[in-house]
């Protein structure tokens, strides 16, 4: 076996074997925080719900960006050869920011939210010590500069076999299909070029909220969520399209047939790249002092960034299983099962998008339910089918069909109970991030029950996958 | 107006001004004026409430043996009422114990105002005012020197006994009254005011127009897409030079 590729197979098993120990245990938080919604009496605590939402949210987005990138990556090394090393190094980083920001949050209590609105985390008025912050804000730091070191590190390798202008699929654009160029190239390359910007962005709102702490300078709130909506609304975006590349990549083995780029795929991916950076507008509806232009410019950017790129994706999914003979194993069912999800969340989302219509849902739990629509029955199902393959590629054997199966049944019902109850409150106008609802909107604590009931399906649905996807690849990690 | 939401949502303590600086309007949006019994300068008496039922009400606070800023503020408040539409009430409140019905009456006069144009002017109670000082970060100190009470210049915007906005100084400009009183009619204001000097800003606000203009904050929002464009253009250019792989064998590493 190549050094080098075995090298790649264990870093990603390494990153794959971490997001199945860090999924389930921000999930038992997910579910903690949930059930201080479901008491019908404020909790003795409240600031705990805060420092358990900041770390659920901050562990989601990061788990699922780095698996994400961790698989492309994987399946890249088919066309060229990221470093392996930088892997390991962004793993380690990683590693350590997660540390960093498990102290803050659980034993410092920070809890500005994953996304830090300034002047917030500044300003905690007694509910964490400055100490907090600064352990948060080292965390973002080290998190940001290993993923960046990795986005490039992936962005040089494929720049050794491809001009940017290949890598971005431009000559599709035109009549030419030559040289080939497969979509996760494109989809990476566009998706790690967005990251870069998002994460350039985060590097600015540090030094920002460093120089206004240092007392150096006052800032402008209205920049500061600008710059952290960049960051926060691409780096979730991204995940998503990297999560994406790896089924455009993997689900054609499945059905027999090949998904090549071709002129439209081409202008549906290539376009994200300028869209990207405006559909975060949408993030920013209620702030009036950001002028109604940008507001619109917002709203369409959000609309062409999601239509052409599902729509494309969608049909492509339809195409490749249609009339095909399938191979259906967890791994190729949570494929599609989560383009599903992608779709249903992404639908919510342009609907959110619509000024009007966010004028009305913004700060509602429609918010958190059409996210997690397509995190939970979207982004989760990609990486969770790409173990699945990767461990079934690496350490052969079959479970009892009717248990896998049974397993996907699990994650299916249990994800899609769960947003139910968010999008139920949503659309009832309960607020989200609540700790505990007031009078008025109480039924919100009894839509938060039902969601228990379904967070313990999810649950029960991550223990047997666990069984056999995990050990799978700890024993192709040890073998 | 922003930020001040945000101060309120993280609860920071009400600081009262120094008194040689004039209260900070984030720290005060949305209190509850007190409803204090008032004696008007027709000698018959109102609850600060009734003042404030129905109609937006605009709060100044007076003393009539002013030799500095009182008469110029109320003739400005005048002026810029002259020009607002939409109905609306104005409420200048006396501080000074010695003042009288027939004080304030005279100063009425003298600015040119008068009750049926929406104009009251009253004197409320030393115990009442300070309840109201309170809440409103108004300040004012005998100067046994210039036998003058120090005080800053201040009008409130009050909508449904809360205050909505606040503006502190010798002059009301007609835009702000204009943009204030939109709000109590539930138009957003796009002003952002933010506290001291703010190195970059997104947009710059121009009250008279109402429109917002570019600031080099917004050049800075743009900065990211930049830096990864050229980013991603530089390693592309490296990685060209050393080309290893040839694309015409096959699609795969070879
Ligand atoms: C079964 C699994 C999960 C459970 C039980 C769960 C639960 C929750 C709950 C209760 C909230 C608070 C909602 C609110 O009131 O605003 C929340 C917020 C959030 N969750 Fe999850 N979640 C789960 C999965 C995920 C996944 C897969 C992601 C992926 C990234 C994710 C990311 C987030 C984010 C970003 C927030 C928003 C935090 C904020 O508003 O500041 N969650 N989650």
Not at chain 1, 79 to 108: D, I, K, N, Q
Not at chain 2, 118 to 135: L, T, Y
Not at chain 2, 145 to 171: E, K, N
Request: glycine fraction near 8%; proline fraction near 6%.
């Amino acid at each position: 076996m190549d050094a080098a590729m075995d090298r790649i197979r264990r870093v990603t098993l390494v990153w794959m074997i971490t997001a199945l120990v860090l999924f389930p245990a921000m999930t038992l938080l997910g579910y903690l925080i949930r059930r201080f919604q479901a008491s019908p009496t404020p909790a003795a605590h409240p600031e705990w719900f805060y420092s358990l939402l900041t770390l659920h949210a901050l562990g989601m987005v990061g788990t699922w960006f780095v698996s994400s990138m961790a698989g492309v990556s994987y399946l890249l090394s088919r066309y060229v050869r990221p470093s392996p090393a930088v892997s390991l190094g962004a793993f380690f980083g990683t590693l350590a920011g997660v540390v960093l920001v498990c102290l803050a949050t659980v034993g410092g209590f920070f809890g500005a939210g994953w996304y830090f609105l300034f002047p917030l985390p500044l300003y905690p008025n007694g509910a964490w010590p400055a100490w907090a912050t600064a352990l948060f804000f080292g965390a973002l730091a080290l998190l940001g500069t290993s993923w960046l070191v990795w986005a490039l590190d992936v962005l040089r390798a494929i720049s050794q076999r491809y001009s940017l202008s290949a890598a971005l699929c431009l000559h599709y654009l035109g009549a030419s299909t030559e040289p080939e160029v497969p979509p996760i190239v494109l989809i990476t390359t566009v998706s790690l070029i967005v990251c870069i910007s998002g994460l350039v962005s985060a590097v600015i709102v540090l030094v920002l909220f460093a120089a206004h702490w240092a007392g150096w300078l006052n800032v402008d709130a209205l920049l500061m969520k600008n710059l952290t909506f960049l960051f926060g609304h691409t780096l979730v975006n991204i995940s998503l399209y990297l999560g994406l590349g790896i089924v455009y990549e993997v689900l054609p083995g499945y059905a027999g047939r090949p998904w090549k780029t071709n002129r439209i795929v081409a202008m549906a991916w290539s376009s994200i790249l300028f869209l990207v950076l405006f559909a975060y507008f949408h993030h920013l509806y209620m702030d009036f002092a950001q002028p109604g232009w940008v507001q619109t410019l917002g709203q369409i950017a959000s609309y062409f960034l999601s239509l052409p790129a599902a729509a494309v994706t969608i049909f492509g999914v339809l195409n490749l299983i249609y009339g095909a003979s399938m191979r259906w194993t967890p791994a190729s069912t949570l494929f599609v099962l989560g383009v599903l999800g992608w779709a249903i969340g992404g639908v919510a989302a342009v609907i959110d998008a619509t000024v009007a219509v966010n004028f009305v849902f913004h700060n509602t739990l429609w918010v958190p339910a059409h996210f997690h629509t397509y995190f939970l029955a979207g982004l989760v199902f990609f990486v969770l089918g790409f173990i699945d393959h990767l461990g079934r590629e690496l350490s052969p054997g079959e479970e009892p069909k009717g248990l896998s199966k049974f397993t996907v049944a699990l994650l299916v019902v249990g994800a899609y109970g769960f947003v139910a109850t968010f999008y139920w409150s949503g659309a009832s106008s309960v607020p989200r991030r609540f700790a505990a609802y007031p009078d008025e909107v109480m039924r919100g604590a009894a839509h938060a029950r039902t969601s228990l009931v379904f967070i313990h399906v999810f649950l029960l649905g991550m223990i047997l996958y666990l069984w056999m996807a995990g050990r799978r690849c700890v024993r192709a990690l040890f073998s | 107006m922003r930020t001040c939401v945000v101060l309120l949502i993280l609860g920071l303590p009400m600081a009262l001004p120094a008194p040689d600086s004039p209260p900070i309007e984030d720290q005060y949006l949305y209190q509850a004026l007190p409803d204090v019994p008032l004696k008007l300068s027709d000698g018959s008496e109102a609850r600060l409430s009734q003042l404030s039922s129905g109609k937006p009400l605009l709060v100044t606070f007076v003393f009539t043996r002013c030799a500095g800023i009182c008469s110029p503020l109320l003739r400005s408040l005048k002026g810029a009422a002259a020009k607002a539409e939409g109905g609306f009430r104005i409420l200048a409140i006396s501080f000074d114990p010695r003042d009288t019905p027939a004080d304030l009456s005279a100063l009425a006069a003298h600015v040119g105002v008068a009750q049926k144009q929406g104009w009251n002017f009253a004197i409320a109670a030393p115990a009442d005012m300070q309840r109201i000082a309170k809440v409103t970060g108004f300040w004012f100190q005998w100067d046994s020197t210039s036998r003058q009470y120090d005080h800053p210049g201040l009008v409130l915007v009050v909508d449904r006994g809360r205050i909505l906005r606040m503006r502190a100084g010798g002059t009301v400009p007609a835009a702000f009254l204009q943009e204030a009183l939109e709000e109590t009619r539930g138009k957003l204001a796009k002003s952002y005011p933010l506290p001291g000097k703010v190195a970059f800003r997104c947009f710059q606000y121009d009250p008279a127009t109402g429109e917002l203009a570019f600031d080099w904050g917004a050049v800075l929002m743009l900065l990211p897409g930049g830096v990864a464009i050229v980013l991603a253009v530089v390693v592309f250019r490296r990685g060209r030079t050393r080309v290893r792989i040839s694309m015409k064998n096959s699609l795969m590493w070879p």
